[in-house]
């Protein structure tokens, strides 16, 4: 019997095999990490070129559109102050160029029908703007036309009276001195920029003409005939249907048309604005949208990666640390900065380099600074005049509104101060419009250096015409600041050889002030600051008038 003991056989291992296994396996993983990272960076880089390719040229599409707006309305505030209808025609074809290039640039940056529609009644309004500054420029041509025929009008009646006798001109002098009456009524018609004004100048100069048709009487029939033909050809000067009383009150009747046009314009330009603006945040919207996106991207093949072998991972998480600190990191922090500047705070990070992230970086930065100084700029040119610096008439109605309720709830006296430069239009006249500018820059320079309380307001209410709203100011206040107004103006001494009231130019303040305890509205003091106005006027004008309620 064979008592040999069996020898199990062992089953023999190829390491070369378990090598190759193994380095096929890790080869697999390395091919599956590369198409990932391959295919993760493609992805990326889709992405990059959406946000370079449309979103980049979206922003600077949108800076385009904000400075041509911007253009639009310092034009459309040009063309409702032209002096002339040379200016009026230059600015209106600009304005025809800067409407071409809004629609050419919404052509481009796909807007809405609605911003369409709004470009559309833009132009409308521009255009019928236009044409009532034509028509208030052309009777002001005839208004001074017609002023400047009853100048030579006087002329040929002084001429007239120069080759009588001693004896005759004696005659003739109340008649003469009645008719020299009603033509110096006549040259302040073209001062009067209030409707009512001019029709109570108008009651005068009737009435001045009733007293030199009384004095003509007196004369000899052959003197009385030439003094007749001269009456009713300056009676046709003066009040027939074109003559200068009725085309001036067309003048003025025309000009507040186009006043409220010109308002009316330049709030459509404004809604443009923020039309543009909306437009302008749904696009950096789509950049945050794709960064989010970018992210999410990264975290899921982040975590693909992080399957992989021992082996391939040790190699997979250098790349992915180095992907992380250039790519991930950079994109948080971009998208921070962008939250931070969405909600208008300064950015934490400062993201550097000259790849596509640091270049979004600085474009979404030139973007928000861009879009942030042109809403600076727009609400600036919103509440300031644009000649003076001072507040304009918008910012004063709102600062007026607040200042009564304030009034009424703390139960203290308010007042309101309308200034108005005696003779400016003569001043304009003789010195020039870019004088009279360089006087109204001083004017208002004056003003705000004598109301300097940081609870009180200059501003410019149109023209030649300011307001001051003094609160907690009473009548005894009033009339301190007012006398202070007029020994400024005076100090100061600004050369005005034409004004009525002094050699200098000089101011008339009408002052309405209510006590503690009234509840008088803004049309209220509004009104009884004009009739002071008036009644400062009155009196001599460089004075004061106070009005209490």
Known sequence: MNNMTAVPVRRRYSITMMLTLTSLLVLLLFIAMAALVQNRLGSFQHLLQNITGSAIPAVVQSSRVYSQINQLLFLTEGLSRAPSQAVRHNLYQDIQLNLQGLQNLTKTWQTGLYQNAQLVALTEEIDNLNQLMSQRLELQTKVQSRQQQIYQLYEQVQLHTSKLTLADEQRHSLWLLEFAGVVALSGKAGGSNRIMQLRQLQQQIEQQMLRQRQARVALPENYALLAEKSDLKLRSLLLETDGLFPLREQQLSIGGRATGRGNFVRNLVLDYARLAENSAYDI????????????????????????????????????????????????????????????????????????????????????????????????????????????????????????????????????????????????????????????????????????????????????????????????????????????????AALPHQYNLAGDYVSISIGICCINAASTADYDTMLRRADNALYQAKANGRNGFYISEI
């Open 284 to 491: 950096s919207g789509t950049v945050l949208a794709d960064a989010a996106q970018i992210q999410q991207q990264l975290q899921q093949d982040n975590r693909q990666i992080l399957s992989g072998a021992l082996l391939v991972i040790l190699f997979l998480l250098v790349a992915i640390a180095l992907i992380h600190r250039r790519v991930v990191r950079r994109l948080e922090q971009l998208n921070h900065n962008v939250l931070l500047q969405v909600q208008g705070k300064p950015t934490a990070f400062q993201i550097e380099g000259h790849d596509e992230i640091a270049a979004i970086a600085r474009s979404f930065a030139y973007f928000a600074s861009t879009v942030a100084t042109q809403q600076q700029e727009l609400q600036q040119l919103s509440y300031t005049d644009s000649l003076t610096g001072l507040a304009n008439r918008r910012a004063f109605e709102l600062q007026f509104t607040q200042a009564l309720v304030q009034s009424q709830r703390q139960q203290w006296p308010l007042t309101l101060l309308m200034i108005d430069v005696d003779c400016f239009k003569a001043y304009n006249d003789h010195y020039g419009h870019q004088a009279g500018d360089d006087t109204l820059l001083r004017i208002a320079q004056l003003l705000q250096q004598g109301i300097n309380r940081g609870s009180d307001l200059v501003a410019r209410y149109g023209g030649e015409e300011f307001v001051a709203i003094l609160p907690d100011t009473n009548a005894t206040g009033a009339a301190a600041i007012a006398a202070q107004l007029l020994q400024l103006f005076r100090q």
